[in-house]
């Protein structure tokens, strides 16, 4: 069992993951009209809203010529009555109605195209469902948010310590923790990776940020070596 | 330059050293990155767009179409070994091409989904070249037709490709304010930067395409507890001439089917795919085997499918419309490197134009040839732990976005990008359109303000002053109220399908 799995087993996390399944039911009981599709709705409203403010604010008129705001002024316009239309319409998603059949979203997907006959298109969505609907049942959040999370804390980094030393840190914290590996193979794999594809970049003329200086070092090396 | 004089151009443009070996390098990638699980041609051709950066424009649009075809080689292959379409027109091809592998017979599969995809996309080829005629009917097009024309193309896109209008209007929506960040062409001031610098110059493209498109797949991929790994047997990978003969009618049919389905902006390719299937299953003698390992239906489908990729390019090249998500990409290629597909561009880059023509020719023959006898080889790719890709392809990615413009900053917006797009999967939004206004969405506005220019700011002129505009909007309207009235129609019979189910049960609860 990967760290990861345990993690995701452990008791503390399945503690944590009802109190928040728990607080989600609390809420959606007591506001029912509170699914996940509105709340999207409402922030896209909002959103939709502040760029039709801002859009006005550079001008939609400008004699015989549109302004830099016309245009823009317009897709506000449309979104907010689009969002307005969802708010209005949504639906609870799939995943939350019981009664529904795995198959069912597919299956309305194909109806909506053209052309095929019924029979294949219900065979299709048996088949998808079967395929696909396996996968997306069994999510494995506590690996998403840990890539999420060190991506996050890494990526920052990239200006203090250089793009390639970085990379060495962050896909090796990838490959133990997600890809489960040996920490010594992935540390050789992965060191000799990236002198690859700094080279590579080195030859294209892309500019690697390298604050402490890590190329010239190895290029000392590399040159003592072959007495360049 | 006419028809031939630009094909032979075009061929001797490509038949260099360093282009050919532009084409191979996209095609091996391509594959490379099609035989990832789950990858499609879109997730793979925005992963590799950086790439475009550093080439010329010859070289860049030639390797780009090689990645493209090249992935759709690849994406054929998980969907027959593994059961994992790429994307939603390739579902038609696992039906009996996985079918076929768990009977032993994934190599017979393989080889007749790449013989089937090398006749169409060559015949696909053929009617491509002498399309190109249509750009000269388009050149007189001024801005208020283009202008139609685009929001024609969207709103087909919209229409066809997703289930809900409204969702596929919001992506689109979305895609737009995404391309208005950074300075306004036209009077240099800068819009919706939030006084950011960082903005100012707008948001890349390329940026936007990696982390919607490629980050969020990879983001889902991960969120999953069962990987998919292959551990199987893909069997020998050689057919018989009787295969090839029943084969035949299932290629042809696939070929024109595809080719007739890529001329539509918007071109629904799943629903292409799922016609061919459809035919073929009734004009069989035996339409009891489709399901359990038709030769049949794995030909028609894999045919259909690369003669439409073949013949999607007659509206980006002819008209400038990207008809998927997958060409809206290239379209991004093209405009990175200065260009812009329409009707101009024969006209002003000929060469270019002529010379990804040819390549798409050269890169069908090498990848016939790269799939056939080397299929045991990207077969071994499948075999690596998918995790270890989606590591490595995480590191590749952030080094692709910062070589974009050497800026943390792009790789910041990647990542919100790709957030941004698992959150807009989640909940059901088409990404196409959003991509589609993405790189369009410029040269919308673009049309849009000469347009209000020419008719001194008569907006109703815009919509009413010429016959092209008039029919075009006509058109616009009456899919817009086709696709209304389905939906309504479809939630209808839904709903009468749910009540009718919810009776037998509460019957029963009755006799309790």
Partial sequence: MSFLDRVASARRTRAAGEWIAATVNRVTTRFPWLIAERIAAIVILLLA???LSVAVSYGLNDGAQAAPGTFPALAAAALVVLSVIWLFTAKPLKKDVEDETPGEEVLDHYAHQEGAAQEELAEAAAHDADATGALESDSHPIRLIFVLVWSAVALPFVEVIGMIPLLFVYLTGLFVVVAQLKWWKV??????????????????????????????????IVARIFGW | MDIFGGLLAGFANILTPENLLFAFIGCALGMLTGVIPGFGPASATSLLLPLALFLGPAPSTIMMAAIYYGSMYGGTITSVLLNVPGEISSVATTLDGYAMTKRGQGGKALAISAIGSFIGGTIAFVGLVFATNLSSFAVGLGPRELFAITIFALVLVIGLAGDSL???LIAACIGLFVGFVGLDPFTGITRFT?????????ISFVIVAIGVIGLSEILESIG????????????????????????SGAIFRGTGLGFFYGLLPGSPAAAATFTSYAIEKRLSKHPERFGKGAIQGVAGPETTNNALGMSNYIPLLTLGIPSSTTMAILLGAFTINGLQPGPQLFAQHP????????????????????????VRVWVSFLKIPTLILYSATLGFMTIGAYSVRNSMFDVLVMWIGGLAGLLMKRLGFPLAPLALTLVLGPLLEENFRRAVSIEQGNYGGLLFSSTVCQVIYGLIVVLLLVKVFTTIRASSKKAGARTGSAEPVRAKEGQK
């Fill in chain 2, 194 to 202: 939030a006084g950011n610098l960082n903005l100012a110059d707008g």
């Fill in chain 1, 187 to 220: 540390m050789i794999f992965t060191a000799l990776t990236l002198l690859l594809a700094a080279y590579g970049a080195y030859v294209g003329g892309i500019y690697l940020p390298d604050p402490i200086g890590i190329g010239p070092f190895l290029y000392g």
């Fill in chain 2, 166 to 168: 409204v969702k596929g």
């Fill in chain 2, 224 to 247: 999953r507890r069962t990987l998919i790994d292959f551990s199987g047997n893909v069997g020998p990978i050689r057919i018989t001439w009787k295969d090839l003969k029943d084969s």
């Fill in chain 1, 49 to 51: 809203l502040y760029f």
């Fill in chain 2, 351 to 374: 060469e270019v134009a002529w010379t990804l023509i040819a390549s798409l020719f050269v890169a069908n023959i090498m990848l016939f040839i790269m799939s056939l006898p080397l």
